[in-house]
């Protein structure tokens, strides 16, 4: 801040608007504290008071409802960040640019950073001090090229910028799915399985950012997920585990706010994907982790050479931290259970904790070999015994009795568990295989739908690869609460289905269930 710039005193006004992650405010043009001419040049202002400091996006208003002549409007994000009572006096004046923006524009220019800038970046996006189209020049200069000690430097930069949970057991594990992959919930079966053993298996999860449901939104149609740290730590201490909201425990919040800018951009490169999962696994204090990386066609890992890179990367993280990483590969040519978004998830992993008929097998197979893998990482069990250790576990019901200790402990929803009243089935426009299934193209559809931010919007599968369809036989039915959505959703799986039947499109048009 530069004591020579103009700065003006504003009374705060709460304006009930949600900014998303940016912190907006709004002053009048009317104002005479604060003259419109003054921010010539400048597109951010800086609220000060006593020790308190926000960094915030400027818009002038003509709407005096909104902002008075005295007053400073904060949109619902800045409000709850600076928490101030309305009516407090604040002062305002335009803000200079982050120091650190001088390492951006070093690292676009192709130069190494060194750690003290990194950390200095990490810790400005972390208080919100960057504007969109700031991250979005950090993400891309980072990603024409990083090297092994920025990658390092990251990570451990956006570990530390905020919770580090400590736990008291030598061994904690963790599971992390790189994404991509429709209905891939297996976090909710394999905490409980094992949890039920008795390893600590602290989950923090996160939202869908581009997916039709995370696991944090699938959790949330069973049980609170918006926990903080000493209630998680008081969950894990009774259950063994927990899955909620990362968000909440504020693990890594530099990353979150990268990640906003970031998947929009498409940028998803390995090294960045690395910073982000190991940061988050770093300060949530796992010692043992297991990272699932899907490979399939339409999955974000198409072939096992890039599969590989990205192994060696997590590997290299995670011996220079201390952590044990072990990499895995699985199937990602398809989507995983019969549902995708968090109603139709919620039931498919419930439907496998208990042993029901109907249950997805390839969604119970799945988590049993993963947990199978974490709980090798218990010492007192025989190498080779994890399969059947989990098994065990789920068959037996007490995997399904702890998920309800957990959903116990975490408190009940405040969401509806009911599907979307209205629906449409995709059909077979001819008889025979499904030969392939776009699990980008659902993603998107199941958006489209509603989901996640409608709970009971989704797509139920009928059939998958290898399947025998005949004509008229649906492939899948799609969910959604209203009509708009409905007739979007409609007009985009008559456009592209996102199955292939016998090698060709599957339908040229929907109809009603």
Same mark, same amino acid.
């Given at each position: 801040?530069?004591?020579?710039?103009?700065?003006?005193?504003?009374?705060?006004?709460?304006?009930?608007?949600?900014?998303?992650?940016?912190?907006?405010?709004?002053?009048?043009?009317?104002?005479?504290?604060?003259?419109?001419?003054?921010?010539?040049?400048?597109?951010?202002?800086?609220?000060?008071?006593?020790?308190?400091?926000?960094?915030?996006?400027?818009?002038?208003?003509?709407?005096?409802?909104?902002?008075?002549?005295?007053?400073?409007?904060?949109?619902?994000?800045?409000?709850?960040?600076?928490?101030?009572?309305?009516?407090?006096?604040?002062?305002?004046?335009?803000?200079?640019?982050?120091?650190?923006?001088?390492?951006?524009?070093?690292?676009?220019?192709?130069?190494?950073?060194?750690?003290?800038?990194?950390?200095?970046?990490?810790?400005?996006?972390?208080?919100?001090?960057?504007?969109?189209?700031?991250?979005?020049?950090?993400?891309?200069?980072?990603?024409?090229?990083?090297?092994?000690?920025?990658?390092?430097?990251?990570?451990?930069?956006?570990?530390?910028?905020?919770?580090?949970?400590?736990?008291?057991?030598?061994?904690?594990?963790?599971?992390?799915?790189?994404?991509?992959?429709?209905?891939?919930?297996?976090?909710?079966?394999?905490?409980?399985?094992?949890?039920?053993?008795?390893?600590?298996?602290?989950?923090?999860?996160?939202?869908?950012?581009?997916?039709?449901?995370?696991?944090?939104?699938?959790?949330?149609?069973?049980?609170?997920?918006?926990?903080?740290?000493?209630?998680?730590?008081?969950?894990?201490?009774?259950?063994?585990?927990?899955?909620?909201?990362?968000?909440?425990?504020?693990?890594?919040?530099?990353?979150?706010?990268?990640?906003?800018?970031?998947?929009?951009?498409?940028?998803?490169?390995?090294?960045?994907?690395?910073?982000?999962?190991?940061?988050?696994?770093?300060?949530?204090?796992?010692?043992?982790?297991?990272?699932?990386?899907?490979?399939?066609?339409?999955?974000?890992?198409?072939?096992?050479?890039?599969?590989?890179?990205?192994?060696?990367?997590?590997?290299?993280?995670?011996?220079?931290?201390?952590?044990?990483?072990?990499?895995?590969?699985?199937?990602?040519?398809?989507?995983?259970?019969?549902?995708?978004?968090?109603?139709?998830?919620?039931? =498919? +992993?419930? $439907?496998?904790?208990?042993?029901?008929?109907? !249950?997805?097998?390839? *969604? &119970?197979?799945?988590? %049993?070999?993963?947990?199978?893998?974490?709980?090798?990482?218990?010492?007192?069990?025989?190498?080779?015994?994890?399969?059947?250790?989990?098994?065990?576990?789920?068959?037996?019901?007490?995997?399904?009795?702890?998920?309800?200790?957990?959903?116990?402990?975490?408190?009940?929803?405040?969401?509806?568990?009911?599907?979307?009243?209205?629906?449409? =089935? +995709?059909? $077979?426009?001819?008889?025979?295989?499904?030969? !392939?299934?776009?699990? *980008? &193209?659902?993603?998107? %559809?199941?958006?489209?739908?509603?989901?996640?931010?409608?709970?009971?919007?989704?797509?139920?599968?009928?059939?998958?690869?290898?399947?025998?369809?005949?004509?008229?036989?649906?492939?899948?039915?799609?969910?959604?609460?209203?009509?708009?959505?409905?007739?979007?959703?409609?007009?985009?799986?008559?456009?592209?289905?996102?199955?292939?039947?016998?090698?060709?499109?599957?339908?040229?048009?929907?109809?009603?269930?």
């Amino acid at each position: 801040m530069h004591p020579d710039l103009p700065h003006s005193q504003l009374k705060i006004r709460r304006v009930r608007l949600d900014t998303g992650r940016e912190n907006v405010v709004v002053v009048s043009r009317h104002s005479k504290a604060l003259r419109a001419e003054i921010f010539r040049g400048f597109s951010r202002v800086e609220l000060r008071r006593g020790g308190k400091v926000l960094l915030a996006t400027l818009l002038i208003t003509d709407d005096d409802t909104l902002a008075a002549s005295d007053e400073i409007g904060l949109s619902e994000p800045a409000f709850r960040r600076f928490a101030e009572a309305v009516g407090t006096p604040v002062t305002v004046r335009p803000a200079s640019p982050p120091e650190s923006l001088e390492a951006v524009r070093a690292k676009i220019r192709g130069r190494t950073l060194s750690q003290a800038e990194i950390g200095a970046i990490i810790s400005d996006l972390a208080h919100y001090r960057y504007s969109d189209m700031e991250i979005a020049a950090f993400l891309i200069g980072s990603a024409s090229f990083i090297t092994s000690d920025e990658l390092l430097a990251l990570t451990g930069a956006m570990a530390q910028a905020g919770t580090q949970l400590i736990w008291p057991n030598p061994v904690v594990v963790d599971k992390h799915c790189i994404g991509g992959i429709p209905g891939n919930r297996t976090s909710m079966v394999v905490v409980p399985i094992v949890a039920a053993h008795g390893l600590p298996i602290p989950k923090t999860s996160s939202r869908a950012i581009t997916s039709p449901a995370g696991t944090a939104d699938t959790m949330e149609v069973l049980a609170r997920v918006n926990i903080g740290v000493e209630e998680m730590k008081a969950i894990v201490s009774s259950c063994n585990g927990c899955l909620i909201w990362g968000g909440h425990v504020n693990l890594s919040p530099a990353d979150d706010v990268l990640i906003s800018v970031e998947r929009p951009l498409s940028l998803d490169t390995r090294e960045q994907m690395v910073a982000s999962i190991m940061s988050k696994k770093i300060a949530a204090g796992s010692t043992h982790l297991l990272i699932d990386i899907p490979v399939g066609p339409t999955a974000k890992v198409s072939g096992g050479v890039e599969a590989m890179r990205l192994r060696k990367l997590f590997e290299f993280v995670g011996d220079r931290f201390g952590r044990s990483v072990e990499v895995i590969t699985t199937d990602g040519s398809q989507p995983i259970g019969n549902g995708i978004g968090p109603v139709l998830e919620a039931n =498919d +992993v419930m $439907a496998v904790l208990g042993n029901e008929p109907g !249950a997805p097998r390839d *969604l &119970r197979e799945k988590s %049993l070999r993963l947990a199978a893998h974490l709980l090798e990482y218990d010492p007192k069990l025989r190498g080779g015994a994890g399969y059947a250790r989990a098994r065990e576990l789920l068959d037996s019901g007490a995997a399904l009795k702890q998920m309800q200790k957990i959903i116990d402990a975490q408190g009940p929803s405040t969401c509806s568990n009911e599907l979307g009243p209205l629906s449409f =089935d +995709v059909k $077979a426009m001819h008889d025979g295989i499904v030969s !392939a299934i776009d699990c *980008l &193209r659902l993603n998107r %559809l199941a958006r489209t739908a509603g989901a996640p931010l409608d709970k009971g919007a989704g797509i139920r599968l009928f059939k998958k690869i290898g399947d025998r369809v005949e004509q008229g036989e649906p492939l899948y039915r799609v969910y959604t609460f209203d009509h708009p959505e409905h007739d979007l959703v409609a007009d985009a799986a008559a456009e592209e289905t996102g199955y292939l039947v016998n090698g060709h499109e599957a339908l040229q048009g929907t109809t009603a269930p």
